[in-house]
């Protein structure tokens, strides 16, 4: 009678999700996820042909993880491409590791910063519409000098550099949509 598995793909995966979120990529080395999983190495190349297999799974698996996020976000304004930078700095500062795998890796598996956060449900798209119903004459360009804005203060919030409340990244945010329309 054949042996039956005790550690799964699943539960190897789980792990490394775990390793990612607390500690960050670097760290999802084989050896560390073969002690959070309590097994030795052999079952994680079992499921796993290597670990560029698992980091690609895990980077879906993170921009899933953002997408719903945003998904749960609570909308506080009508104002086009506020609520999306408020979700997008608070979970630079929420979820540090997932943000740095996320958007600051040089690489994406083929994915643009764009492709990530538009998502399947076309969030930014719905911005710029909503932005041109609300009279922009270049809803494009002021979405990327709102992302330039909401990028480089996420990336702050890694460093600690910006610790602002959430009322006033609101209204900072919406002061930049109105000074770029």
């Given amino acids: 009678m054949a042996r039956k598995e005790t550690i799964t793909k699943e539960v190897i995966f789980q792990a490394a ?8 990529i670097d760290q999802v080395t084989a050896r560390k996820l073969a002690a959070k999983a309590s097994c030795s190495t052999q079952p994680i190349f079992r499921v796993y042909k290597n670990m560029e297999e698992l980091t690609e799974e895990l980077f879906e698996k993170a921009c899933v993880f953002f997408q719903d996020y945003y998904a ?12 999306l930078g408020q979700a997008y700095i608070q979970f630079a500062g929420e979820h ?6 996320i958007f600051l890796s040089p690489d ?6 764009y492709d990530i956060i538009n998502g399947t449900e076309g969030y930014i798209s719905r911005e710029i519409q909503a932005a041109r119903s609300q009279g922009s004459k270049n809803p494009s360009d002021l979405f990327t ?12 919030t890694l460093t600690g550099e910006y610790d602002l409340p959430e009322s006033e990244t609101m ?9 770029f329309r």
């Fill in 17 to 24: 999700f775990t390793i990612l979120q607390e500690e960050g």
């Fill in 72 to 83: 749960e976000f609570r909308r506080q304004t009508v104002t086009p491409f506020v609520n």
């Fill in 96 to 101: 540090k590791k997932l943000f740095e795998f």
């Fill in 108 to 113: 994406r598996f083929g994915k643009s910063m």
């Fill in 145 to 156: 000098k709102m992302w330039i804005f909401i990028h480089g203060a996420a990336c702050m």
């Fill in 171 to 179: 209204q900072l945010l919406k002061n930049c949509y109105h000074s």
